[in-house]
């Protein structure tokens, strides 16, 4: 693996705030991200480590981006307007990535759901290929998939998911939060990031989440619409940032 692709993405403290930007694949033009350009500097003005967006954002805000890790997703999920639980077929290859100066790829695999096998075998083909060229990938492993009850979100299930990614060679996870998260990052011998779920109106809610899940030992956060959607993106940022890195 290419370590400095990895620094890219993780600062010297081995921690990482990640701004997930890449919904509009799912959502469209969604309140916080209808001007990308715009939004993508307020995020990283607040600090973030690095940004995860699509192809088409990646392609088309190349200088915007440059100051940041970039993660590129690699997979997709049905719109709004279809299903919103689709396999995350792989919609991009390993060159592409290297093509744009990725510095990780990010894929999405369901476990408990009816597309486990199909989206762990796209997450252990883009790992294969990807560690090739000397890539890492990301994986986010959501339990039951992106609609899940809470029945899917256990402490169980989200350890086990983040073991499986962790044994198919993922180089980081992207999990959910749940109460004992010290079990799920004591498990998984690969570093854990939490991510942050459906929009908080509360930031505080949100906050006290990435602080919970780094105290129970997480290595950092990955982040989207509870910073973009935000009133203030920067202060947001900036704010997380600062608990991820201990400077708060």
Not at 158 to 174: Q, S
Not at 179 to 197: I, R
Not at 201 to 230: C, E, F, H, Y
Request: hydrophobic content about 45%; charged content about 20%.
């Amino acid at each position: 693996m290419n370590p400095r692709r990895q620094h890219h993405i993780f600062r010297p403290d081995g921690r990482t705030l990640i701004c997930a930007m890449d919904h509009g694949m799912i959502s469209g033009p969604d309140r916080g991200i209808e001007n990308m350009a715009a939004t993508l500097r307020r995020v990283i003005a607040g600090g973030v480590d690095a940004v995860m967006v699509s192809y088409g954002t990646a392609r088309r805000f190349t200088e915007v981006l440059a100051p940041v890790g970039l993660v590129l997703r690699m997979d997709g999920a049905g719109t709004v307007l279809g299903t919103m639980d689709g396999p995350g077929a792989q919609f991009y290859a390993v060159e592409d990535a290297l093509r744009l100066g990725a510095d990780a790829l990010c894929v999405t695999a369901f476990p408990a759901s009816r597309h486990e096998e199909a989206t762990l075998k796209t997450l252990a083909a883009v790992i294969r290929t990807a560690h090739g060229w000397g890539l890492p990938v990301m994986a986010e492993m959501v339990p039951g998939g992106f609609d899940s009850g809470p029945e899917h979100r256990t402490l169980e299930r989200v350890a086990l998911a983040a073991r499986v990614a962790a044994e198919l060679g993922a180089d980081w996870v992207k999990v959910p939060y749940v109460p004992g998260f010290e079990y799920v990052v004591e498990t998984c011998y690969v570093p854990v990031l939490v991510l942050g779920g459906a929009h908080r109106p509360d930031v505080a809610a949100t906050l006290d989440m990435v602080q919970s899940a780094m105290q129970a030992g997480a290595r950092g956060a990955v982040i989207g619409r509870n910073i973009w959607k935000a009133a203030e993106p920067t202060e947001v940022a900036r704010a997380l940032a600062d608990i991820i890195h201990g400077r708060g």
